[in-house]
């Protein structure tokens, strides 16, 4: 069986808009912005946002819902679903 997420709820929060209510960001921070070379991507929880607003985020290690280590489970750009200028 493919799973492409960690857990269904997972997907569900990341597919929706940026605007969309409770929502899950994968950003893929610069190099300069990296504070650990080994973890490219940051994981963040927003209450929904429009592009130029400043956004109120929560920057997370583990699944709100599986437990699933972040930073161990997603390792790939297709994950990325913004961009750094923008969260
Ligand atoms: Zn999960």
Same mark, same amino acid.
């Given at each position: 069986m493919y799973r492409k997420y960690c857990c269904a709820r997972f997907g569900i929060r990341h597919e929706v808009s940026r605007e969309e %209510?409770?929502?899950? /960001? =994968? =950003?893929? /921070?610069?190099? @300069?912005?990296?504070? @650990?070379? %080994?973890? /490219?991507? /940051?994981?963040y929880v927003t209450p929904g946002y429009r592009v130029g607003q400043e956004v109120q985020r929560l920057n997370i290690r583990y699944c709100p819902f599986c437990g699933t280590d972040l930073y161990g489970f997603y390792r790939s750009d297709k994950f990325v679903n913004e961009e750094p200028d923008i969260l």
């Open positions: %209510g409770m929502n899950l /960001r =994968v =950003v893929k /921070r610069r190099p @300069d912005e990296q504070l @650990d070379a %080994g973890n /490219r991507y /940051r994981f």
